[in-house]
Nanobody
Framework: QVQLVESGGGLVQAGGSLRLSCAAS????????MGWYRQAPGKQRELVAT???????NYADSVKGRFTISRDNAKNTVYLQMNSLKPEDAAVYYC??????????????????WGQGTLVTISS
């Protein structure tokens, strides 16, 4: 069994910063792309940022220049540094990963493994 566990959410003032973490655990063989998504009340889940195993990144236009995604492959962890937070950044943030798990001679793939989400609240 594999899972993603997010942490680091909370309440922050507009203009402030937060750092989210997401750690994969279980019988991880390797992880391909990892990403962060968010869902605000009454809205659809949207892409925030993604990062490949080779550290190539992609960002939503709304967060470019303010958010930075990074990962530590040795720790099976992805991070999201969020700076200059705006009220519209408030949402539940979800971690996503394309994971191979099991054993190296008998691995299975879950291309859409999700975490349980962490709430980010912005006070104006």
């Amino acid at each position: 069994q594999v899972q993603l566990v997010e942490s680091g959410g909370g309440l922050v003032q507009a203009g402030g910063s937060l750092r989210l973490s997401c750690a994969a655990s279980g019988s991880i063989v390797s992880i391909n792309d990892m990403g962060w998504y968010r869902q605000a009340p009454g809205k659809q889940r949207e892409l925030v940022a993604t990062i490949t195993r080779g550290h190539s990144t992609n960002y939503a236009d709304s967060v470019k220049g303010r958010f930075t995604i990074s990962r530590d492959n040795a720790k099976n962890t992805v991070y999201l540094q969020m700076n200059s937070l705006k009220p519209e950044d408030a949402a539940v943030y979800y971690c996503n990963a394309d994971v191979w798990y099991g054993s190296t001679w008998s691995a299975a793939r879950d291309p859409e493994l999700w975490g349980q989400g962490t709430l980010v609240t912005i006070s104006s």
